[in-house]
């Protein structure tokens, strides 16, 4: 399963905690994507990161 979130360290932290890994991340998602800045945790968003998780 993999799953894509902005680049904040609580959100990163809560899914590797959940057993995820790193995939990839897609360069200036969040830029190219919306009309407007999104903000998280005090900081703008811009690339899509990706995280995976095996089936057990």
Do not use: A, W
């Amino acid at each position: 399963m993999f799953v894509g979130t902005g680049d904040t360290s609580g959100i990163i932290s809560f899914y590797r905690n959940c057993g995820f890994v790193y995939s990839h991340r897609i360069p200036n998602f969040f830029i190219d994507n919306y009309d407007h800045p999104i903000f998280e945790e005090g900081k703008q968003l811009r690339d899509m990161i990706y995280l995976k998780i095996s089936k057990s």
